[in-house]
């Protein structure tokens, strides 16, 4: 773990995520838990991959929130993306330089 304090929520859409850190199983880098509306990061990666993980998880929770299907037209798929990661930089602030202190320092 870096100096970079950790989040350890976020709000996506309308519901709120715990975010933790653990080890988790070998290519498992990352969990998002609909249920308990948890995201779980591998701590045993680097920096920069736990900058990558916590976004992939990010997005999987933006994809559950905008109902895309497993199967959606690129522009449809991109344009819920962007507008649900820019919504997502909008309520939590501090993410960004988060990411960013952990993609610069972490490689
Ligand atoms: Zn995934």
Known sequence: MSAARPIVALKIGRAKY???YRRLLPHNLGRLFFTT???VVDDSQSDFDRADTLLHEILHAVWDQH?????????????ALATGLTAVFCDNPGLLSH???LIRDGR
């Open 18 to 20: 715990k975010v933790r």
């Open 37 to 39: 509306r948890s995201i």
């Open 67 to 79: 109902k895309l299907r497993a199967r959606v037209s690129e522009e449809r798929a991109v344009t």
């Open 99 to 101: 990411l960013e202190r």
